[in-house]
């Protein structure tokens, strides 16, 4: 089964990207398949269709999230490939690919494991450099004092 992905900076974002042409996603989906997805009258087709899993209206961790639960039932895969749909207009779907690109694929290729590690190691430290840099901050002042004689004044 197709899992679609839309994704945005917010889901707020993304669901009002989507309204474009959900609708007649859905609508046409029922179609050809009558009864595929019997949205209930007067219920949100998003929260509906995004609420039993079908697919992804929303940020690049819930685009995230939803593989991983793919992963868990199924195992490892090694290629996600998303569907056309034309729930956005171009130019948003486009931005979607990208932010796709930029946060969803480096979380599973790992690519960013480095950086994590790093900003971990220095955030860890940080009270430590603190201290450091304005004790060197502190020497350098006093230095600077010695060399001028102790004068502070113009």
């Known amino acids: 089964m197709q899992r679609p992905i839309h994704i945005a900076e917010t889901r707020e974002k993304a669901r009002e990207n989507a ?5 007649k996603y859905i609508d046409y989906l029922n ?3 009558p009864g595929r997805y019997p949205i209930p009258a007067g219920e949100d087709s998003m929260d509906w269709y995004v609420g039993r899993g079908f697919g992804v209206i929303g940020t690049s961790n819930d685009a995230i999230e939803m593989i991983e639960k793919l992963q868990e039932k199924q195992g490892p895969f ?7 749909h034309d729930w956005a207009d171009w130019e948003q779907t486009k931005k979607s690919y990208e932010l796709y690109m930029r946060f969803v694929v480096p979380h599973f290729a790992k690519s960013n494991r480095p950086r994590v590690a ?3 190691w220095t955030a860890e430290r940080a009270r430590e450099f603190d201290k450091k840099r304005e004790a060197a901050a502190e020497a350098m002042i006093q230095k600077h004092e010695r060399e001028r004689g102790g004068h502070s004044g113009a």
């Open 78 to 84: 090694g290629l996600y490939c998303q569907m056309t």
């Open 19 to 23: 309204r474009f042409g959900f609708q």
């Open 118 to 120: 790093s900003l971990d």
């Open 31 to 33: 179609r050809l398949h």
